[in-house]
């Protein structure tokens, strides 16, 4: 992995929302269209809300989150809710969005819906992921119910997954589908994570499972 430090995490927020903008605008000079996929959570607010404001031909980009609660898109721990108010407006607005979440009682019901809309925008070409202090990336969480099948080679590309710290049941972008993107950059913030995410290099993928997305990854880190 790549590792850069910043001075402090106003200016990593500037500086991240500035790359991932490039890295966009070079997707659409070699593309008709490109796919960006980002986190829910507070962290990357502040990205959003500068990449929101620039011009890149937002009526070409594809909007994913890598995971989603399975909760409506109202409910306020919604990434799409979040994604919708942080990411999607001002010159955004007209990016086109494809939700992780249909009206159904549980995730396994929609996941034949889901991979026909997620299908279509993949490989992505810009990866925006977080990270949790247990190592976990998108809903990809250690101790999962179907934490083996998402980490596999030939994982669909979607998949409903349960965990005790996950709270809600989730969906998620698998690890194969997220290690295929053109540009992998890992947000995280605080010294525990940065422990973490150096510890990770050298731990079993089942344990800290952001390490199936490191050998590509630039990771963006700020006290």
């Known amino acids: 992995m790549k590792f850069i430090e910043y001075p402090d995490p106003e200016l990593m927020m500037f500086a991240l929302a500035d790359q991932l903008a490039s890295d966009l605008g070079r997707a659409l000079r070699q593309n008709e269209r490109a796919t960006l996929s980002v986190p829910g959570g507070r962290t990357p607010a502040p ?37 919708r108010d942080r990411l999607l407006r001002s010159k955004a607005a007209v990016a086109t969005f494809v939700p992780l979440y249909v009206d159904t ?38 101790g999962a119910d179907r934490l083996a099948e998402a980490l596999a080679p030939d994982a669909p590309v979607i998949l409903p997954i349960r965990a005790a710290a996950a709270g809600e049941p989730r969906v998620t972008l698998t690890a194969r ?14 010294a525990k994570k940065r422990r973490v995410i150096e510890a990770a290099e050298n731990l079993p993928v089942e344990e800290a499972p952001i390490r199936a997305l490191l050998a590509n990854a630039t990771v963006h880190w700020a006290e």
């Open 105 to 142: 009682p549980e995730p396994e019901l929609a996941m034949e819906r889901l991979a026909a809309a997620v299908s279509p925008h993949l490989p992505l070409s810009v990866l925006l992921l977080g990270m949790g202090e247990d190592g976990h990336t998108a809903s990809l969480f250690p």
């Open 177 to 190: 589908a997220l290690r295929e993107a053109m540009a992998i950059h890992v947000l995280i913030t605080g």
């Open 47 to 83: 990205v959003f809300d500068t990449l929101s404001g620039l011009d890149l031909g937002w009526d070409r980009v594809t909007v994913i989150p890598n995971d989603e609660r399975w909760v409506p898109d109202t409910h306020e721990r919604s990434n799409a809710r979040m994604i």
